[in-house]
């Protein structure tokens, strides 16, 4: 989101004044930094008296929508005062984390990520104004340029994978994938934060040559990282809630051809045989994987009519007129109340229920864990949020029983 929203920024005319509100102070600067040298003002971790003045202040409310427990804590509590409010959404609300229904009638306007999310569950429901306020943003943009693509098949071509080390978002059957392929001399360099005694690198520890990966670790430069074009390994597993895929899109621009699982999000962003390849199972990402290593040129072809796709598709230009349009049409309607806690219930354990079924009926078929870090929207980012909270310890008495609970 930093990056989507530094980009806006900086694509973005002086009629539009923008103000951020951080509910949380940043782990990174650098995008926060963009913004402010673009001219955008930002406010981090205030009280909910200065952000209802700043949302009272305001012609447009923007919430950057994803199941946060901040977030719901910031609209239910925060007495916010009627607003014009347009929502951009970074899930992608297919499955759980899910986006409550009711804030699609609330906002002015809702903004989807994708096109994929268009077949949310809960959207076909909605009533025709409901769905006639409903448009797509996307939030990923590439680099400019073309990266140098390896053609001459005197070397291997490099492969990677860069984002979220960890099997919210990375397939486990990556590493089947690596180990699998017959050729012998080869190496996945794996860009992004991974916890060394947890499951992602004691599974890549355990396979058969686990020589074929390497972790890089968090990369502060993707374009640098990515300079020369490969095979993008972005194997994510089949129900994770991203949207944008913002590494694909860098390692595309870049001229990387991507191999994907054929997840939603995924194949709204690549073309099979045109700008990547699109497979169905582990088996034929195996198969395809080999295939690549062994046709550099076509993988160089493929890179470039990625980069060149995403050129003319995905850029901070298209993104800034997507939402100048969307805020064109919410100025033409009145500032209205909205009582959030209505939609989305009066307490943590209710905003954590929302994110995991559309149907109050369904909650106490919720099971959840509570191990491992408080990884974002889980269980334990709630508990995190709002440590001896009654809800969130009587749902964890529920599950778990008492003792677990004082635990």
Known sequence: MGKAHAALCAASGPEIQRHYVLLE?????????????????????????????????????????????????????????????????????????????????????????????????????????????????NSGVGFEGHGRASQDGASPLPIAYMGTVDFSKMSPQVFEVIDAVEETEFTVSIWGAVDPGGEVAHRAAAMRLPERVAFKGLGVDPRAILAEAGIFLYLLQPHHFGTAENALVEAMSLGWAPLVFANPAETAIVRHGETGFVEKDAAAACRRLA????????????????????????????????????????????????????????????????????????????????????????????????????????????????ARAKA
């Open 25 to 137: 102070a940043p782990r990174d600067l650098r995008f926060a930094e963009q913004m402010r040298a673009s001219g955008a003002s930002l406010t981090i971790a205030p009280d909910f008296a200065a952000i209802a003045r700043l949302g009272s202040e305001a012609d447009i409310v923007q919430v950057e929508w994803w199941n946060h427990p901040r977030i719901y804590e910031c609209l239910c509590r925060a007495n916010l005062p009627p607003m014009r409010t347009v929502f951009w959404s970074h899930v992608s609300g297919l499955h759980a984390p899910y986006i409550p229904t009711g804030l699609f009638a609330a906002a002015d306007c809702f903004l989807l990520t994708s096109v994929c999310s268009l077949d949310a569950p809960n959207i076909a429901a909605l009533s025709e104004e409901a769905r006639g306020r409903i448009d797509v943003a």
């Open 291 to 402: 295939w690549m290593m062994r046709h550099p040129e076509a993988v160089a072809r493929i890179g470039q009519q990625a980069a060149a796709e995403i050129s003319a598709t995905r850029t901070s230009e298209s993104m800034a007129r997507t939402l100048q349009r969307a805020y064109r049409n919410v100025l033409a309607r009145e500032k209205r109340p909205t009582d959030f806690r209505a939609i989305l219930g009066e307490t943590p354990a209710d905003w954590f229920l929302s994110t995991q079924c559309l149907n109050a009926r369904d909650y106490e078929a919720v099971r959840f864990s509570t191990s491992g870090s408080a990884s974002k929207g889980s269980f334990s980012h709630f508990l995190a949020c709002f440590p001896g909270d009654p809800s969130l310890l009587a749902l964890l008495d529920a599950q778990y029983g008492p």
